[in-house]
Structures are given as C-alpha cells and as structure tokens.
C-alpha cells in the first residue's frame, strides 16, 4: 500500500522556503508528494521544477508533513458574516466568526520540520501545535538543543527530536521520521 506525503510548505526563497526544499528533494526519495504552498505558488525559479507536484493526486493514506514559518503552523481565522435585514439586504458588519485553525491533521502521523532557530519565542499556540506533532525534524544539531530547553519542550523529550542536516542524504533517518513502522502489538 502506497503512502502519500502531503508536504504543506514555504514555496519561496525564504530562509525556510530554501530549507523545505531540501527536504522535499528527500521527501521524493521516500514516496509520492503531494505539494501545497504556504507562500502563495511557485514564483520563484527554484521551485519550479516542482509544479506539478502541485497536482499529485492523493488516494489512500497519507502523512502530514509541515515546514513553514510558525506564523502558519496556527492561526486565528475570522469570517464576517453579514446580517440580512428583514426586506433582505445585506448589512456589513456583521457578525464575526472565529477561530484556531492550524495544519496538524487529527488521525495521521504528523511531521514538523522546523526551522526556528529560537522556539522559545514561539506563541503559546505554535508551541502547542508543535508539540502535538509526532515527530520533530531540525536541520541542525544546536536547533535540537534549542528546541528540547524546558521552556520549550515539556513533555518532548530529546530523543524524539530527529537532526537531518540538509542537503538531505540520510534518507533512511528521513524515512523513519515520516514513515514510521507500525507499532508491533
């Protein structure tokens, strides 16, 4: 059975931008990709190869795999939502709806490839999605440290914080954080 990666991810030249696409040239070595852009598109050249990954159709089961700026990770979405009179016209404002919205998927395993150099500045909210994710992947071994600090961590421990330096070439520590084996029973 084929697993997809849905890999949500900062399609641009940014410092996160360069390092997802790093990990997406890995993340094909491992299985199918479906690509969607946090940053708006594939604008710049860098990406372009990928556009059609844009495209890949997903059936089945999939992972949930993150590498964004953590303003994405969560968010507070609101929607206006106009009043109609009793003759029928639309009044604006309305009311307001809102809400958390955030890229962990419930029921799939979740992968967040962080490129925050310093969680501790995360908002309460990023630091709560980051932590329910299963897996935690950094590029670089001080981003480990950082990010297991008590400020930070509580309840992650250091070993389940994965450093695959990029360019990706440790495909198999990769393949492990995103497909994980099945729990033996």
């Known amino acids: ?8 991810a900062a399609t641009d030249l940014s410092p996160i931008g ?8 890995g993340l094909l070595r491992i299985g199918p990709v479906r690509l969607a852009s946090m940053t708006g598109g594939l604008q ?7 556009a ?13 795999v993150v590498c964004c700026d953590p303003s994405r990770w969560t968010w507070l979405q609101k929607v206006q939502m106009p009043k109609r009179t009793l003759d029928g016209k639309l009044v604006l404002p ?3 709806a809102s809400g958390w919205q955030e890229l962990y998927t419930e029921g799939v395993h979740n992968v ?22 299963q897996a935690l992947v950094v590029p670089e071994y001080a981003m480990q440290v950082s990010w297991n600090s008590p400020q930070v961590a509580r309840r992650r421990r250091l070993e389940d914080t994965t ?17 994980p084996l099945p729990k033996e029973l």
């Open 1 to 8: 059975m084929t697993r997809f990666i849905r890999y949500l």
């Open 18 to 25: 360069l390092i997802a696409l790093e990990y997406l040239r």
């Open 44 to 50: 710049d050249a860098a990406w372009q190869p990928y």
């Open 52 to 64: 059609q990954l844009l495209a890949t159709p997903m059936d089945g089961d999939f992972v949930n």
């Open 94 to 96: 309305g009311e307001v």
């Open 112 to 133: 967040l490839i962080a490129g925050e150099k310093y969680p501790h500045k995360l908002s309460l909210e990023q630091a709560t999605t980051a932590r329910r994710c």
């Open 163 to 179: 450093v695959i330096p990029v360019p990706v070439t440790d495909i198999a520590a990769l393949r492990a954080a995103v497909i």
